[in-house]
């Protein structure tokens, strides 16, 4: 598919690279993709500007987790530049000051217990459906995300998830195609969180994956390609 008018930016979620992408990827054949890492960045602010000064003067933007927390900031700040806007496993919603300490002290967690260790143990049951926790090929690939994006993305990590804004309102105003997938079995990006998101983008088309968890991408890529694929083509012809 030839989208090298519209490059792809794929921003992934916290400890993820772009192994995230490949599955999903393998079944588009895209001939512009763009996978920048959120390493550094303290915000999502400071992750959205950053990205703007780089990537091309228009772009469609794919956002998974985290990274759709910072694809929410750069919408707000750069509606023009988005010629369409793919929201996976988001909650839009800032986090409760109260719930700071608790996330900076499970990056002390990491750091005691080592990230594999650490995953395992607290994250691993709700990253899947149910029905995928006893998936060991799935479970190391994820661990291996983390191993590969080490401590210090952490650490950045959860300060861009602990400071971000609420940015729903930049939704409606936004004219290209949005699209926004979930899994109905995700603990951490609930099905409500997919339809406060939905409530502020009315033209948004919303695909839920009734066996998926939070790792859409990876549990169920031969479900998230084809609308993803869908989404593109519609922003290639809203060009044309």
Known sequence: MD????????????????????PVLA???????????????RSAEQAAQRLLEQLPPR???AGFSLGAIVALQMVADAPGRIAGLALLSVNPLAVP????????????AARQQGLTRWLSS????????????ADQA???LICR???????ETLAAQTEIAITRQDNRGALASLASPIIIINGVQDPICTPHHHRLVAQSAPQARCVSLAAAGHFTLLEAPDEVAPPLRQ???ECTDAQE
């Open 122 to 133: 607290s994250l691993w049951p709700t990253y899947v459906a149910p029905s995928r926790v």
């Open 3 to 22: 989208n090298h008018a519209l490059p792809l930016v794929l921003l992934g979620g916290t400890l993820c690279n772009a192994r995230l992408w490949q």
């Open 59 to 61: 772009f469609l933007l």
């Open 97 to 108: 000051p109260e719930q700071a300490p608790a996330r900076r002290e499970a990056v002390s």
């Open 145 to 151: 995300m983390a191993e590969e994006s080490g401590l």
């Open 231 to 233: 989404w593109i083509q």
């Open 27 to 41: 079944r588009l054949s895209l001939s512009a993709v763009i996978c920048p890492r959120l390493t550094a960045d």
């Open 138 to 140: 799935l479970r190391d």
